[in-house]
T-cell receptor
């Protein structure tokens, strides 16, 4: 089975702090994604990566950056956390663009910014 | 504008009853439609996938339908169980050169004993 692991399930940070959210997948997938999920809204794509060191902006990249130094690891960085970044963050992976598009999700990281 | 709308927003049913969740989409060009189940505190997991030419797909007690002409899909749950309590998310993928997916906001289902 595909395993997508997010390092932190719950985080509480203060405004202005730098936040790292880590995600690791064990199935050699090409694509990795970071979404945020807020009540009443669909999942919104922050960034995705289709290869090591490659990244593409999603729909809501402002205030975020990402890093993909190794194929299995995709990190989301909040340079200076703000209260409106309080949310559930979901990492996902996917084998490649020729597949059926199924996303394999991690358990999520719930971030609270005070 | 590409959108996926789900209804109802939430639903409460008694254990053993059936229910149907709706998904309407205005997405083009259409590639496929998936239903995901998201248990509380967990990531979403794919239940079914349907392409343009498919109009019914079953996965155990879950049956998804697709009407590509009216751009509607439904997820029918038969003989509900307490473990069916979750959010159900309709997701439509676009047929583009890259990877583009539109998520619905989900239907929150509560199954009561």
């Amino acid at each position: 089975d595909v395993k997508v692991t997010q390092s932190s399930r719950y985080l509480v940070k203060r405004t202005g702090e730098k936040v790292f959210l880590e995600c690791v997948q064990d199935m050699d997938h090409e694509n990795m994604f970071w979404y945020r999920q807020d009540p009443g809204l669909g999942l919104r794509l922050i960034y995705f990566s289709y290869d090591v060191k490659m990244k593409e902006k999603g729909d809501i990249p402002e205030g975020y950056s990402v890093s993909r130094e190794k194929k299995e690891r995709f990190s989301l960085i909040l340079e200076s956390a703000s209260t409106n970044q309080t949310s559930m963050y979901l990492c996902a992976s996917n084998p490649g663009v020729e597949n059926t598009g199924e996303l394999f999700f991690g358990e999520g990281s719930r971030l609270t910014v005070l | 504008k590409n959108q996926v709308e789900q209804s109802p927003q939430s639903l409460i049913i008694l254990e053993g009853k059936n229910c149907t969740l709706q998904c309407n989409y205005t997405v083009s060009p259409f590639s496929n439609l998936r239903w995901y189940k998201q248990d509380t505190g967990r990531g979403p997991v794919s239940l079914t996938i349907m392409t343009f030419s498919e109009n019914t797909k079953s996965n155990g007690r879950y049956t998804a339908t697709l009407d590509a002409d009216t751009k509607q899909s439904s997820l029918h749950i038969t003989a509900s169980q307490l473990s069916d309590s979750a959010s159900y998310i309709c997701v439509v993928s676009l047929l583009t050169g890259g990877f583009k997916t539109i998520f619905g906001a989900g239907t929150r289902l509560f199954v009561k004993a």
